[in-house]
């Protein structure tokens, strides 16, 4: 009877620490325009994997015309305190420059604290510049850069869970992007939760415009805009 009772009661604390978020996929419709590759549109999907209350990941793929493709994934440990969260992000990502033949690998390590109304986060990241189009005589011609730190701070103008609300922020990296630390991505989103499984969400993006961290005097501006579905 004790085990029973011991089993049953595990298995309520595991069933509640599920409970506490729920898995989700986020569709949205993407505009993107810079000097180096002027107008594209495209789409980006993702997925957010809350495993319990002490573990989370996230995973996407953007597709920007014929010419960009990105794929990311972050797995995320945090640890709930009285005010606010702690986390660590372990991501890697790849992004491809089809018309370019190259592409970039990246690895990035960074701990954040998010409250209601802001949230930090700081790190590393090491970039690979790859050569898709090398032969076996330009073996080893990747370029790996030295590591480069990451910054990002949002404030947010209600609490985190309210139906609603409207962030901004700057950082020098998103889900799918990295800049050095003195190009700076500013960027100004909202969303607005209009049924229980449904999420409205627009995000526009100010940033540097080039690649691998060559830029040029004109900014790009990248918008988003689409639905986030919670299973």
């Known amino acids: 009877m004790k085990k029973t009772v011991l089993i049953a009661g595990f298995l ?8 506490q978020e729920r898995y989700s996929i986020t569709v949205l419709g ?8 002027a107008n594209q ?3 980006d999907i993702a997925g957010h994997m809350p495993f ?5 990941a996230d995973a996407g793929f953007e597709s920007l015309g014929p010419k960009i ?9 945090k640890l709930p305190l009285k ?9 890697i990502h790849l992004r491809a420059f089809r018309s370019f033949g190259t592409g970039t690998f990246s690895m990035a390590a960074s701990f954040g604290y998010r409250m209601d109304y802001v949230s930090v986060q700081l790190g590393v990241q090491r970039t690979e510049i790859l050569d898709f189009q090398k032969g076996a005589e330009k073996a080893g011609s990747d370029i790996v850069e030295p590591l480069n730190p990451i910054l990002r701070i949002a404030f947010n103008v209600r609490p985190a869970t309210s139906p ?3 962030s901004l922020g700057a950082g020098n990296f998103t889900l799918y992007q990295y800049e050095r630390l003195y190009y700076p991505i500013i960027f100004l989103g909202g969303h607005y939760d209009f049924a229980n499984h449904l999420t409205a969400l ?6 540097p415009s080039g690649i691998f961290n060559c830029t040029t005097n004109f900014n790009g501006i990248s918008v988003r805009a689409g639905l986030t579905y919670r299973f």
Request: aromatic residues 20%; hydrophobic residues 50%.
């Open 41 to 43: 549109g495209g789409f």
């Open 12 to 19: 309520l604390m595991y069933a509640g620490l599920f409970a």
């Open 30 to 37: 993407v505009y993107d325009h810079s000097r180096t590759f």
């Open 69 to 77: 493709l990105a794929g990311t994934f972050v797995a995320r440990p």
């Open 83 to 91: 005010v606010g969260e702690l986390f660590l992000d372990a991501s």
């Open 164 to 166: 609603w609300n409207i």
């Open 52 to 56: 319990n209350t002490y573990v989370e």
């Open 202 to 207: 627009a995000e526009v993006d100010f940033k």
